[in-house]
């Protein structure tokens, strides 16, 4: 089903699929543990690597010169990140349930890219890609009870806790699978056609294939592990999130676990430059890793 797409990473110059992803004697090296709880790593064109700490309702930034400095307060409890092709940084805010969208700076009120659905208040968006092809937004929309919300329960008119993919352009977004107890983390390839969503409920992630206007098809189960966040290589290996970062291959072949010294590690991304280093959210922490086997575009 997906020889085409396992040849093509197979044709990339890097190291063998076998070889490994880390240096032998590699571990997490601290950036800082000033935070409530870490969360939703992305990295800009540069690399430049953006987080949140939720509780705490802000948005950090550590740049390639190795310092860590503040981008904003009050994001809307923003929870997973991510930059589209217009450089902006797209952010699952979960205090009103919405999708909004920062300036190069952070300075200006965010731009609100969706706002409920039909008028209803969405769960809590969680973590959502940007598909390359025509820059349509893919978010996982669970239910997690947070302590500065009012409500005690879901919107019983949404259906449940769901998949949903927002048009370019469109105000409103459609389910794209209905079918997941508690959709989470999600990444996708960077040619579009494939995409990976975690349902950390049940502990399974899963596959799919994307057509060019965002609907999916072919799901099949990928791993039976569930994530919170997560990302991609340029080889096409998934590293999922939650007991530290454990990596599967394209065909689902488990290749790696990689301990990371917090009770519960939330989400992954490379950064730096040349996309050579990998980011993680660990609790109250954040931490990085030298790579061998560079980050996805």
């Not at 969360?39 to 939720?54: L, M, S």
């Not at 730096?272 to 061998?292: K, M, N």
């Amino acid at each position: 089903m997906f020889r085409a797409y396992l040849a093509a990473f197979a044709l990339l110059p890097a190291c063998a699929p076998t070889a490994p992803l880390f240096a032998p004697t590699a571990a997490p090296q601290l950036i800082s543990r000033q935070f409530k709880f870490t969360e939703g790593p992305a990295a800009d064109r540069r690399g430049n690597v953006y987080f949140t700490d939720q509780p705490n309702d802000r948005i950090w930034r550590y740049g390639t010169d190795g310092k860590l400095t503040l981008f904003r307060e009050r994001t809307g409890r923003a929870n997973g990140l991510y930059f589209d092709g217009r450089g902006r940084l797209l952010a699952c805010a979960d205090e009103l349930g919405q999708l909004l969208a920062f300036g190069p700076d952070g300075s200006a009120p965010p731009a609100v890219l969706l706002a409920d659905v039909r008028g209803h208040r969405l769960n809590g968006p969680n973590d959502l890609w940007v598909c390359p092809r025509g820059g349509g937004i893919f978010f996982t929309d669970p239910y997690y009870q947070r302590p500065y919300w009012t409500r005690t329960a879901p919107d019983a008119a949404l259906g449940g806790q769901r998949l949903y993919y927002l048009p370019p352009g469109a105000a409103q977004p459609v389910v794209a699978d209905s079918l997941l107890q508690q959709p989470n983390g999600l990444i996708g390839t960077p040619d579009g056609k494939l995409l990976y969503v975690a349902d950390i409920g049940a502990g399974k992630t899963y596959r799919y294939r994307v057509a060019p206007d965002g609907r999916l098809s072919q799901r099949e189960l990928f791993a039976t592990q569930g994530s919170d966040g997560m990302t991609i290589d340029r080889r096409g290996n998934i590293y999922l999130t939650g007991d530290g970062v454990t990596v599967y291959s394209p065909t689902g072949q488990h290749l790696a676990h990689l301990a990371v010294p917090a009770p519960w590690t939330s989400n992954v991304c490379f950064g730096g430059r040349r996309r050579g280093q990998l980011f993680i959210t660990a609790s109250d922490g954040v931490f990085r890793l030298p790579v061998r086997v560079r980050g996805a575009r």
